[in-house]
C-alpha cells in the first residue's frame, strides 16, 4: 500500500480506519477474553512445575509469553481460531497438573485452606482488564485488528466497547463501600460527606489534569481522535474523574447497603430520562458540536449510566466480600446427599459457593436483557450496555474463580500435611493486615507450588492507572512514528509485542521496588 502524501491525509485516514463499525455477537466479545483466562491457568500450572529451577526474572518472562501473547494473538492474527487457541491451553494446563500430581499426592487431607487477604481472582480480573484494554487501544490502529472488535458507532457489542465500563466495575468491586458491612454510619452526614469530598477532590484533581494534558496534546500535534467516542474536549480520565465526583457525594447520603437499590434507581431514571426527553436522538444524530454540551454530548450523558454501573459493582463487590467474612473460622463446608440408601459426601468451601452465585447473577441479568430488549449503545452508557458489562465481568469473575479453585485443589493435593501453632496463625493473620501484600505474597511463593495470582497481574494492579497512562503515552509514540496502517503483519505483531512488554516492565519495576503512584 502506498503511503499517505502528507499527514493531514493519514489523520483523516486513521479517523475513518476506526469510525462507523457495527460490532460482532457478544458471544465472541466473551471467547476473545477468555485466552487471558486461560493464560493465568496455563503460567501458573507451567510455573509450578518450573518452581525450583527459575528466576524470578524468568518467571515473569513465562508469565509474558504464555499470559500476553496469546491475548494479543487472539484479539489480531488469531481471531478466527480463538476456541481452538483456548482449548490447546486448556489441555496443557491439565497435562502440567497430571505432572504435579505424579511428583506426590496428599490424599489424607485434601481441605482448602481459606482465603485470607487479597483475593487472587480480582486481582487477576483487574490487570487483565488493563492488560486487554491496553493491547486494544494500540492494536486497534493496526489493520491485523479485526475491524468488529473496534468501538461500535451507534449501539452493537464490540470488545472495544466494553473498557470504560470495565474499568468503573473493576473499582467499584474493591472499593471502600463494597467492605463497609458496619450496620451504623461512624459519623454524621456532614462529616462523612467533607471526608469523602476531601478524598474525592485529592483523586478527581489529578485525573482532570490528565484529562486537560491529554486534550491538549492531541491538540498541539494534531493526533487523530474519534470524536463520538467521549466528545471533543472529553476523554477516559475526565469521565473517571466526574464518576468518581458523583458517587462520593451518593455515598455520603446513601448507604452502601442500599447500593444496588441506588444503581438500578440511577439507571431506570437515565433510561427513562433519555427517552422522554430526546436525550437518546440528540446524541445519536450526526448534529453540529457547536457548543461545550453538543461537542462533548456523549461524554456528559453518559455518566449518569456510569454512576449507576459503579454502584451495580460495589453491590456485586459487597456479595464477594461477604461471601468470604470469617471465612478464617471454617475452612469448609460438607453437603451430604442420600440417594438410593448411599451417602455421597460434598465438601465445598466460599470460592465454590461464590462462583454459583456469580453464574446466577449473570445468568439472571442476560435474561432481563433479553426480556426487556434493551439496545446495547456505549455512548449513551444506558441500561443495556451497563447490564451486558455486568454479565461481562461476573462470566469473567467465575472464570477466574474456577481457576482459583483448581489450583486450591491442586496445591492441597501436593502440598504436605501440616499443623500450625496458634502462634503462628496469629503472626500470619496480623501480617496480612500490616502493609499486607509484599510478605503476604512471597510467603505464599514460598508456601504454595501453585501461586493463585501472577506476579504480572500483582504487578499492574498495583499501579493501574499508572500503567494505562504509560500504555497510552506509547500508543501516541508508535502512532506518531509508525504508519500503523500500512505496517506490514510481522511488524504490527512485534510492535505490539514490544509496546505491552515496556508497559508490563515498568509496572513491573515499581512493584518490586514498591513504589506506589497514585494518581
Known sequence: MTPPASMEQYRLEQEAFVSNHGGTTPQEVIFTLLPTVCGVLLAATTLGILKKYTHENVRAVVEFTLTVIPTILCCTVLSESIVAVCVTMVLISLLNIMLLLRKRVNLTDLTMRPVTGKRPFLTNF???????????????DFRIFPR????????????????VGLFVLANALVAPEARDFSAYRQAGFSETLTRNMKGCFRSCVPLLLLGLGRFAVVEYVGYQKHVTEYGVHWNFFVTLAIVKLFTSMITSTVSSRYSLLSGIWI?????????????????????????FFSANREGLISVPGYVGLYFVGVAVGRLIHSTYQNSHARSGMNVSVKLHGFEFGIRYNESMLLCIKLCLISALTCVAILFCDFKISRRLANAGYCMWIVILTTTLLSFLLLVEVVLDITNCAISEPCVESKTERMRKSLRLNLKKHVESEREESNECVIRRSLEICDAVNYNGLFFFLVSNVLTGIVNMSVHTLYAEQSVALLILIIYMAVSIISALILYRLKIPIKL
Open 126 to 140: 483487574r490487570a487483565l482488564t488493563n492488560i486487554i484494554t491496553a493491547i486494544c487501544i494500540l492494536a486497534v
Open 148 to 163: 468488529r472488535f473496534a468501538k461500535t458507532e451507534v449501539s452493537g457489542y464490540s470488545l472495544m466497547d466494553t473498557g
Open 267 to 291: 439507571l431506570w431514571m437515565h433510561e427513562y430520562t433519555m427517552g422522554t426527553k430526546g436525550l437518546e436522538a440528540w446524541v445519536l444524530r450526526d448534529g453540529p458540536r457547536d457548543d
